[in-house]
């Protein structure tokens, strides 16, 4: 029986359940899951930029709206 077809057979009810569980397995940090070493040393620098006045955080409205003006 493929996951799929199991997931189907479940009520809605179930099946949140079975959301719930997953989500808790996968965000519970796994030595052999968790992140390479090179994506924390990205993220301290980005925090670096942005807290020396390097950088600057974007609001997410002028975030979209500078993609969809890139788009036309």
Same mark, same amino acid.
């Given at each position: &029986?493929?996951? !799929? @077809?199991?997931?189907?057979?479940?009520?809605?009810? !179930?099946?949140?359940?079975? &959301? !719930?569980?997953?989500?808790?397995?996968? @965000? @519970? !940090?796994d030595p052999a899951t968790a992140p390479p070493e090179w994506h924390r040393s990205v993220v301290a620098e980005r925090v670096?930029?942005?807290?020396?006045?390097e950088d600057a955080l974007s609001d997410w409205a002028d975030v979209k709206k500078r993609l969809a003006d890139r788009l036309r």
């Open positions: &029986m493929s996951l !799929e @077809t199991l997931i189907g057979g479940l009520s809605r009810d !179930e099946q949140i359940v079975a &959301m !719930e569980l997953l989500w808790k397995r996968l @965000t @519970t !940090e670096a930029a942005i807290e020396s006045g």
